[in-house]
């Protein structure tokens, strides 16, 4: 279980800066086997929690455990060895793949590190991706295709957790289908958190949601009960919209 | 007469020995107040379609066919007189709002520079930007912040606030919801509608929900639009198997994608969706043609 534990960070320009508070004091859970929402608006804080959970960024207060361990406190050298079990996939496949090489290249990378070499061939064809591909530079593969590269290319550690920031954002609707039943069919047994702002998309895959509002968890729950009877302000104003 | 009229618009790429076909015989007409949402998966020719109506498609790309604004055939038209319509007549809300916008300028020189291009005096200009920018919900101190400090969905407001400002007869917006959360897409579909006036807006699209905010809906596939009618009728009874399957890959329809790839149409005979339809026959080999007359269907197969 990956848990946060009155996680806040605030921003700060220079040493007299006041600063900008984007996590006030967040708590959340993420146990394995389940998808978590993570719903919010542009700008309240989803991404900086999500870097704070993969320990990209320290948090000024409060920690993080991974089943129980605290890995905000933990050396970056001895946090090395646990930091294969959580993996993160953004939104723009572009930016996480090395542009000066071939697809071939980037997942031989991960691959070759753990061990495992050519084993993504393998899941290439359960997933229905042309092998043609792996030849081509980052920028001549379709963003569908990249994204689901990308998620190849974390499955390579064989994580535990996996937290995807909007992986779907920016591609059409039959590819976002296409990506989310891809992540729905390698979630088993993996913990998933699902940042997104589209409700429609937490409706249909997330067991449980969390819902945040200018750097704070204001409601969480089941996904069905907290979409269908919204209790707090912030809930309500991003439902309102939406629909 | 509709202020822009396309007839058989056809648009190819040289891509090494082959030709790719992103536009074939493409027809449509979009009169003055209306809105039209064109819209399709990535690499179905909707991007393509508007740097043709632009005049600003690759060295590579050829274009054949007329593009008619206001009676007069625009395409392959002088520099200098597309020059004069982009802009004023014809304006085009990027893809990308944040990265169109010079980031070491302030917005409202930015603004200002673009309406004296256009033709407002330079005493009017930053009253013309204040007055929009209010219009578009956005305070007056966007006028003076660079175009980093500002979010995604005022980047995207700001732009179209910028557009509107001039006053141009056809609005082009490419993806002006991509990437943009629930509620400043909310503000930014509905500032299209108090914006717009007696404009035209043609809107590219994949979002179904941005689609539906329009006064009519044409599905391109291949370079084609294979349907086109009344939005609401075409998205909640979609007839051509392409549109029914983009309805049934949302999540609220049950998130099913679509099989296989759009591919690069090298041949342009026949169904062009063909290769993924599971109606596919011997029939749609040959030419299929447009079935209908305000909802027009290109399948022989539609249950219409």
Known sequence: ?243 | MSLLSIKGLSVSFASGESTIHAVNSLDLDLDSGRSLAIIGESGSGKSVLASAILGTLEENGTASGQVLFDGRNILGSDEAVLMALRGRQICLIPQNAWSAWDPVIRIGDQMTEFMRCCGVPRSEAPNLALEYLKKCGLAPEVLRSYSHRLSGGMSQRAMVAMCASVRPRLLIADEPTKGLDGRSRTLVLDLFEKVIGDAALLMITHDLRAARSCDEVSVLYGGRIVESGPANEVLDRPLHPYTAGLCAAHPRRGMVPIPGGIGRRTEIVGCVFRDRCVLADHECQGDVPMFGETRRVRCFHADR
């Open chain 1, 1 to 243: 279980m990956l848990t946060v534990e009155d996680v806040s960070k605030t921003f700060r320009s220079g040493p007299l800066s006041k600063g900008h508070k984007v996590l006030g004091s967040v708590n959340l859970r993420l146990e394995k086997g389940e998808v978590v929402g993570l719903l919010g608006e542009s700008g309240c804080g989803k991404t900086t929690l999500a870097r704070v959970m993969m320990k990209l960024i320290c948090p000024d207060h409060g920690r993080v455990l991974m089943d129980g361990m605290d890995i905000t406190a933990m050396q970056e050298r001895r946090f090395r060895e646990h930091r294969h079990r959580m993996q993160m996939i953004f939104q723009d496949p572009t930016s996480s793949m090395n542009p000066a090489h071939s697809v071939r290249w980037s997942l031989d990378e991960a691959y070759d590190h753990y061990n495992r070499q050519g084993e993504y061939v393998e899941l290439m064809r359960n997933f229905g991706l042309p092998m043609d591909i792996l030849q081509r530079r980052p920028a001549m593969v379709s963003g569908g295709e990249l994204q689901r590269v990308s998620i190849l290319r974390c499955l390579a550690s064989e994580p535990d957790y996996l937290i995807l920031d909007e992986p779907t954002s920016m591609l059409d609707m039959s590819v976002q289908a296409s990506i989310m039943r891809m992540l729905l069919s390698i979630g088993e047994g993996r913990g998933m958190m699902l940042i997104t702002h589209d409700i429609d998309l937490v409706e249909r895959v997330c067991d449980r949601v969390y819902i945040m509002h200018q750097g704070n968890i204001v409601e969480e729950g089941r996904t069905s009960e907290v979409l269908s009877e919204p209790r707090t302000e912030g809930t309500k104003a991003l439902l309102e919209y939406f629909h």
